[in-house]
């Protein structure tokens, strides 16, 4: 079965980067037929997409986050990340990973990065 | 503000049926059978109960159901169990260019 786990920086300063990584186990993912992506929830308040990967290579980003987003794959190290620039206060969230194919879908238990100073 | 409309809270006793709406547009939910259901419970990540508008993924109970109608998509719950009561959220796609929206949520109580 599918795992991920995200790992990364739990404070980030006002305009630096957000880096994160998730680590997925149980298998590839170069396998074609799978998607890979982030999901944000701001404490307290809902879910917000915040892009998706393909091997393909095709990449598909939240239009409000764009400019600021990259999702990448690195097979080597069967890891995916995330790099959200320029982050604000109201980047702070709970970022999850997600990854799978149809129904057959999995998220990481999250982790909680918070933007200040 | 969130893309798709969903009531802030439903709640029933066990046993009964509820029903959460998730009312979008005709460019995310009205065209497209790719709307997911996800379910989640405090400090948990979310877990999808329904995708492609009625598919449930294996493992999932039958007593969700997810259906259509235009511009709204619905969960319905049957047989309502206290463990049953998290929050839960929609989800569609929405084309190329917006690609997927989250509704704001809806709070299930079991009374």
């Known amino acids: 079965q599918l795992q991920l786990q995200e790992s990364g920086p739990g404070l980030v300063k006002p305009s630096e980067t957000l880096s994160l990584t998730c680590t997925v186990s149980g298998d590839s993912v170069s396998i074609t037929s799978y998607y890979w992506g982030w999901i944000r929830q701001p404490p307290g308040k809902g879910l917000e997409w915040i892009g998706s990967i393909y091997y393909s290579g095709s990449n598909y980003y939240n239009p409000s986050l764009k400019s600021r987003v990259t999702i990448s794959v690195d097979t080597s190290k069967n890891q995916f990340s995330l790099k959200l620039s320029s982050v604000i206060a109201a980047d702070t969230a709970v970022y999850y990973c997600?990854?799978?194919?149809?129904?057959?879908?999995?998220w990481g238990q999250g982790t909680l990065v918070t933007v200040s100073s | 503000q969130s893309a798709l409309t969903q009531p802030a809270s439903v709640s029933g006793s066990p046993g009964q049926s509820i029903t959460i709406s998730c009312t979008g547009t005709s460019s995310d939910v009205g065209s497209y059978n790719l709307v997911s259901w996800y379910q989640q419970h405090p400090g948990k990540a979310p877990k999808l109960m329904i995708y492609e508008g009625i598919k449930r993924p294996s493992g999932v109970s039958n007593r969700f159901s997810g259906s259509k109608s235009g511009n709204t998509a619905s969960l319905t719950i049957s047989g309502l169990q206290a463990e049953d009561e998290a929050d839960y959220y929609c989800?569609?796609?929405?084309?190329?260019?917006?690609?997927?929206?989250f509704g704001g949520g809806t709070k299930v109580t079991v009374l």
């Open positions: 997600v990854g799978g194919r149809g129904g057959d879908q999995n």
């Open positions: 989800c569609s796609y929405a084309g190329s260019n917006i690609v997927w929206v």
